[in-house]
């Protein structure tokens, strides 16, 4: 029997992030392991997660993007800059990477003590706001470019609607996985990660692939930069992929696609 539109699952808000970095051979970008049995669980993607409680408290630590402005950046009525908070947070917990700065301006150190404070945060035993106020630490929200929003297909069991961002990484910072919900993270360019995913060795959800195949048409950190300013100026339209079965095998569809169904059309099963 199918089921109405009203009936699929609520998509949970979500952020993740694009970090980049270059070496000399055009923009690097992080990719993150997802360690089996979880979402996406064995797949690599960028580091991100869903939004929490705590992520309304921290918007007083954001440095550089008002409340108003990410509203209207992010098409919401309020709590835009909780999906900054959560990009920054996810990052820094799943990574050690971290987007803030300190009161004279200068990014945050990746010294041992932060490290052991990264552990805390991640496993909620120090909360996310509190450990911004203790470390005299605002996020960087204005180093975060927003570029696209993804939301998983109406007839899946588990949804997320997910805000991709983008910023550079901080020089003297790197990465290192947790050693819980991630089994490895590592610098690549997009090209790399479609060619490791094309050859086998590497698995990737759609909206990681469909992400990488844009990036990998620039060949510098500013203009892949100026490339995201330009779409969060112009608007960011939501992508819900929907999937079609040709043969048993179901082939996604994104808006635009001339097979993609008009929402009246689509029927959950």
């Not at 050690?96 to 301006?105: E, P």
């Not at 991640?122 to 696209?148: I, N, R």
């Not at 095998?249 to 993609?260: E, K, L, N, Q």
């Amino acid at each position: 029997m199918a089921q109405t539109r009203s009936q699929s699952i609520p998509a949970r808000p979500s952020a993740t992030i694009v970090l980049l970095r270059d070496f000399g051979r055009g923009p690097e970008l992080l990719m993150v392991r997802r360690r089996a049995g979880d979402a996406f669980g064995d797949n690599h993607a960028f580091p991100g997660g869903v939004l929490d409680a705590d992520e309304s408290s921290a918007r007083a630590f954001c440095r550089g993007v008002t409340a108003d402005e990410a509203d209207a950046m992010l098409r919401v009525a309020e709590g835009g800059l909780d999906f900054y908070s959560a990009a920054i947070r996810e990052l820094f917990e799943e990574t050690g990477m971290l987007l803030a700065r300190n009161r004279d301006g200068d990014w945050a150190t990746d010294s041992p003590g932060l490290q052991e404070l990264r552990e805390k945060v991640d496993q909620t035993t120090l909360a996310w706001p509190v450990f911004l106020g203790e470390q005299e630490l605002l996020m960087a929200c204005d180093a975060l470019h927003y570029f696209a929003h993804w939301e998983t297909p109406l007839d899946r069991p588990k949804r997320w609607s997910t805000r991709f961002f983008i910023a550079e990484a901080p020089s003297a910072q790197d990465a290192s996985h947790d050693g819980s919900e991630l089994t490895d993270v590592r610098w690549m360019t997009a090209a790399e990660a479609l060619s490791s995913a094309r050859e086998g060795d590497m698995k990737l959800p759609f909206p990681t692939i469909k992400t990488l195949a844009m990036l990998a048409e620039f060949n510098t950190v500013d203009s892949l930069l100026d490339w995201a300013r330009t779409r969060a100026r112009d608007g960011v339209d939501r992508i819900r992929p929907v999937a079609l079965l040709e043969d048993g095998v179901a082939r996604f569809v994104i808006p635009g696609d001339p097979d993609y169904p008009n929402d009246d059309d689509i029927v959950l099963n």
